[in-house]
Nanobody, 120 residues
Framework: VRLVESGGGVALPGGSQRLSCDVS????????MAWYRQAPGRQRELVAS??????NYADAVKGRFTISRDNSKFTVYLQLNRLQPAHMAIYYC????????????????WGQGTLVTVLS
């Protein structure tokens, strides 16, 4: 089981992008899913999370970014609107995975990251 991100790339200020993260490998259950980001010289920080339909956002992205989830496919999305150079970072997918019905523990997994570049 692993997380596979797509989307990202280069955007102009004011532009939009949509990031996707698929959970491959057919897990039994996926609980919390989230997006984090890490800008150059800064620590990784939470952008948004979604758990059983309840969303949580960092103050810096409220009203600008939207997290959503397709539970039928174990896919989480992050819609980034009105992008600015300050949003440029590597965006990482994060999820709590239950591998099988008999493995009661959830394991935290990370994607490889996808770079969002906003031209200044």
């Amino acid at each position: 089981v692993r997380l596979v991100e797509s989307g990202g790339g280069v955007a102009l200020p004011g532009g939009s992008q949509r990031l996707s993260c698929d959970v491959s490998g057919d897990p039994y259950s996926v609980r919390r899913m989230a997006w984090y980001r890490q800008a150059p010289g800064r620590q990784r920080e939470l952008v948004a999370s979604i758990t059983r339909g309840i969303t949580n956002y960092a103050d810096a992205v409220k009203g600008r970014f939207t997290i959503s989830r397709d539970n039928s496919k174990f896919t989480v999305y992050l819609q980034l609107n009105r992008l600015q150079p300050a949003h440029m970072a590597i965006y990482y997918c994060n999820a709590d995975i239950q591998y099988s019905k008999v493995s009661y523990d959830y394991v935290e997994l990370w994607g490889q990251g996808t770079l969002v570049t906003v031209l200044s």
